[in-house]
């Protein structure tokens, strides 16, 4: 079966510090792995890493893939009280259209 | 967004009676997906389709079915709804094209099952 795990599960920060968010996983056939943002409303997309893509970056945010060890990381820089939402990590396999997501981390960063 | 539209937004129903979730795309998308979302849980699949009337079960389909007759319109029903299927539902539809894969999703239906 398919895992993603998300850590930490929450955390608060205050502007302008830097956040680090983490999502190891455990696949078979891995595809690609997807970052999404989540405010009080529908995930939006941010991130997608592949096999030829292990690295994106967008403004303050930036996202490395590490195929070797099974995991992934989400940096914001100069964080933002606009950065406060749930950020969702997710996988997808070769052999199907499925997306396996993990649990969540909760950013809720303070002015 | 994808050109995807939920309805309703928001229901209250009582336990026992059905209920029908409705899905609309406009971008063609052949995979549609319905998720549910509950604290501490992510995001859950509950069923798929890669095809006019191709679906098939994910993660936590009990007392959920699914169809879809056109490519558009991808439909979720509570059989009889119970107090554990409160949760916001999330239609996601699929985008592929070889090693790329994404999915969007639609803005949410909350359902409170009395």
């Known amino acids: 079966e398919d895992k993603v795990v998300q850590s930490p599960l929450s955390l608060v920060v205050h502007e302008g510090d830097t956040v680090t968010l983490n999502c190891s996983y455990e696949v078979t056939n891995f595809r690609s792995l997807l970052w999404y943002k989540q405010e009080k409303k529908a995930p939006t997309f941010l991130f997608m890493l592949?096999?030829?893509?292990i690295e994106k970056k967008s403004g303050r945010l930036s996202s490395i893939l590490d195929k070797k060890e099974l995991f992934s990381i989400l940096n914001i820089t100069a964080t933002q009280t606009g950065d406060s939402a749930i950020y969702l990590c997710?996988?997808?396999?070769?052999?199907?259209?499925?997306?396996?997501f993990g649990a969540g981390t909760t950013v809720t960063v303070r002015a | 967004d994808a050109g995807i539209t939920q309805s309703p937004r928001h229901k209250v129903t009582e336990t026992g009676t059905p209920v029908t979730l409705r899905c609309h795309q406009t971008e063609n998308h052949r995979y549609m997906y319905w998720y549910r979302q509950d604290p501490g849980h992510g995001l859950r699949l509950i069923h798929y389709s890669y095809g006019v009337k191709d679906t098939d079960k994910g993660e936590v389909s009990d007392g959920y079915s699914v169809s879809r007759s056109k490519t558009e319109d991808f439909l979720l029903t509570l059989e009889s709804a119970t107090s554990s299927q409160t949760s916001v539902y999330f239609c996601a539809p699929g985008t592929s094209g070889g090693v790329s894969y994404e999915q969007y999703f639609g803005p949410g239906t909350r359902l409170t099952v009395t």
């Open positions: 592949t096999s030829s893509g």
């Open positions: 997710a996988v997808a396999t070769i052999n199907d259209y499925k997306l396996s």
